[in-house]
């Protein structure tokens, strides 16, 4: 025989299942920022070290992304974004277009401005580093674009 109890549950009963399942979605989305925070900061530590890529690799690497895009009929490329943290003032000197903004810049981000520097700048290419993102109003990611218009 069916009771009451059965069809319709105590308002206090509702109340611990809400509660519950309210528990159950903030343990998933802590177990989710813990990730997202671990992955970030594989990403940082992979970042900060050096690429052990030659230049030579480098520039063949470059080459086929180069040819691919003007295939394309592109004029530009995205060479890639970066934490902010991989500048030494976090991003500050690059969001403010300072003179010298590049000596901030670390590990992969300045391999990459330093291999642009050394072969591609006096071929005519150019390279755009901006701020990407602004969360919280505030400087986020790094991206660096490589240009032959």
């Known amino acids: 025989m069916t009771t009451l ?3 319709l549950p105590s308002a206090k009963d509702l109340q611990k299942k809400l509660a519950l399942a309210e528990s159950e979605k903030a343990a998933e989305a802590a177990r989710r920022e813990a990730a997202e925070e671990a992955e ?3 990403m940082l530590d992979h970042f900060a070290k050096p690429s052990g890529v030659s230049d030579e690799e480098r520039m063949k690497r470059a080459a086929i992304v180069i040819q691919r895009a003007v295939g394309n009929g ?3 490329v995205f060479v890639g974004r970066f934490p902010n943290q991989l500048c030494t003032d976090r991003g500050r000197a690059i ?3 300072e003179p010298g903004w590049e ?3 670390t590990g992969l981000p300045k391999e990459l401005y330093d291999f642009w520097q050394k072969y591609l700048r006096e071929r005519g290419y150019k390279l755009k580093v901006q701020i990407v993102d602004f969360p919280g109003g505030m400087p986020g990611d790094i991206g660096m674009t490589l240009s032959w218009s």
Do not use: F, P
């Open 103 to 105: 000596e901030t810049l």
């Open 5 to 7: 109890d059965d069809m």
């Open 95 to 97: 969001n403010q277009v």
């Open 40 to 42: 970030k900061k594989a």
């Open 74 to 76: 592109l004029t530009e």
